[in-house]
């Protein structure tokens, strides 16, 4: 069975351009988080998708992170415009929907790093 | 300070040696989970350990949880050079989905 998946791996671009960054969770997955790593820091929530409805956003930084999970499939996370402190790794995972469980693996993707010059 | 604090940040030892690493949190949690990210790649999820569990073994992995101190271990018995990546544990906040990660301890193991 796949993993999560996402692409680009690598992502370099201008500050002011606009980047579209894809998440394809585990099939079956109700489940779809966005972190993102900025270099030296902790790994940190960005969303939280259930199906196509977002669940918790609370960690998306600012106007310019838009995500979307439209069918409740695969999510896209674009920046517009990219600024030099946008740079970093950007996380997907995926979990299973567990209703009244307090369990909660997250699989995640392999990251897509973002550079923005 | 971060929850999911992990010390130290960085451990360098030779293979064969066991290697400890530490994590404390501040929020009550559901489970706590330690996961490895080699270089350039994605987060390997390594075990999970549940609020009312107090240790857990995965092969050459022990990982205990002191829910009063707020604090989780990580044992690497035997390391091999293959070990050298970083680690995070990342708690899951009661009534939250998403996980908290710290830091990570930078783990390398010397040949």
């Known amino acids: 069975e796949a993993g999560v998946t996402q692409f680009p791996s690598h992502s370099v671009i201008e500050k002011g351009q606009t980047v579209t960054l894809r998440c394809d969770p585990i099939s079956g997955h109700d489940n779809l988080y966005w972190y993102r790593r900025v270099m030296g820091k902790e790994i940190k929530f960005l969303l939280h998708?259930?199906?196509?409805?977002?669940?918790?956003e609370s960690g998306m930084p600012n106007n310019r992170f838009l995500a979307e999970r439209t069918g409740g499939t695969y999510s896209t996370l674009k920046v517009q415009p990219a600024e030099l402190e946008d740079s970093g790794v950007y996380f997907c995972?995926?979990?299973?929907?567990?209703?009244?469980?307090?369990?909660?693996?997250?699989?995640f993707g392999p990251g897509t790093r973002l550079t923005v010059l | 300070s971060q929850q999911g604090e992990e010390d130290p940040q960085a451990l360098s030892i030779q293979e064969g040696e066991n290697a400890t690493m530490n994590c404390s949190y501040k929020t009550s949690i559901n489970n706590l989970q330690w996961y490895r990210q080699n270089s350039g790649r994605g987060l390997v999820h390594l075990i999970l350990i549940r609020s009312n569990e107090r240790e857990k073994h995965s092969g050459r992995l022990r990982v205990t949880l002191d829910t009063s101190k707020k604090s989780s271990s990580l044992l690497i018995t035997a390391s091999r050079a293959a070990d050298t990546a970083s680690y995070f544990c990342?708690?899951?906040?009661?009534?939250?989905?998403?996980?908290?990660f710290g830091q990570g301890t930078r783990l390398t193991i010397n040949p």
């Open positions: 998708f259930v199906k196509e409805s977002k669940q918790d």
């Open positions: 995972a995926s979990s299973q929907e567990r209703g009244g469980s307090s369990y909660n693996e997250q699989f």
């Open positions: 990342a708690t899951a906040p009661s009534g939250a989905q998403k996980l908290v």
